[in-house]
């Protein structure tokens, strides 16, 4: 949406690490959110992180939040071509409703 | 067991017919969802059912007329069908509100509408 910006694409070699970026404009979001959408299915919650963190790590994924610059960026470390889909940004708006980016497509390469 | 479900899985369908999207989630969950993604993987809230109440309306055209009979099911009807409408229209249900929890939404495989 307008209020969550994201690159298009990211091509990546399988093994390296990918680090998706995005924007957003709701300095009063609570939770800042990465959904994956793999091809032809529904979105699955990846991960989340509350306002009031800079970082947070999940096994292969670590969030960052810089709440200033109003940047949050998703890591994923030794990437596998089942990481190869859709990911997109989300900040919670209210208590009913989330802003998605426009997604980035991961392409891993052997 | 699926969390949520939609009906059907295809739809495609001639310009100004009448046609229905059903949602059902054995989750339990208090609220219900409805986004509409384009063809440029644009995802957009549509509309949002708490209890059976409609909270959030996103400037929908008035051709989309959801429908909750109970809360673990959110009905999508659409009127008058326009080439516009296709799309891939996704459900998603949350124990309660997002923006003050750390309760996710849970998504459907999603229906895509062709409209010819």
């Known amino acids: 949406g307008e209020d969550v910006e994201q690159s298009l694409f990211l091509s990546v070699r399988e093994g390296d690490s990918s680090v998706i970026n995005c924007t957003y404009t709701d300095s009063s979001s609570t939770y800042l959110y990465w959904y994956k959408q793999e091809p032809g299915a529904g979105l699955q919650l990846l991960t989340y992180?509350?306002?009031?963190?800079d970082m947070k790590q999940d096994q292969r994924l670590t969030v960052l939040l810089n709440k200033k610059d109003k940047h949050l960026s998703l890591r994923i470390a030794d990437t596998q071509t089942g990481d190869s889909a859709i990911y997109f940004c989300a900040e919670s708006i209210d208590d009913y409703k989330l802003s998605f980016g426009a997604g980035t497509t991961v392409t891993v390469r052997a | 067991d699926t969390a949520v479900s939609q009906t059907p899985k295809y739809l495609v369908t001639q310009m100004g017919n009448d046609k229905s999207i059903k949602c059902e989630q054995n989750?339990?969950?208090?609220?219900m969802y409805w986004y509409k993604q384009d063809s440029k993987k644009f995802l957009k809230i549509m509309f949002s059912y708490n209890n059976k109440e409609l909270i959030i309306n996103e400037t929908v055209p008035n051709r989309f007329s959801p429908k909750s009979p109970d809360k673990a099911h959110l009905n999508l009807h659409i009127n008058s069908l326009e080439l516009g409408d296709s799309a891939v229209y996704f459900c998603?249900?949350?124990?309660?509100?997002?923006?003050?929890?750390?309760?996710?939404?849970?998504f459907g495989p999603g229906t895509r509408l062709t409209v010819l």
């Open positions: 989750l339990g969950h208090d609220t």
């Open positions: 998603a249900s949350s124990q309660v509100g997002v923006g003050g929890s750390t309760d996710t939404q849970y």
């Open positions: 992180i509350f306002s009031n963190m």
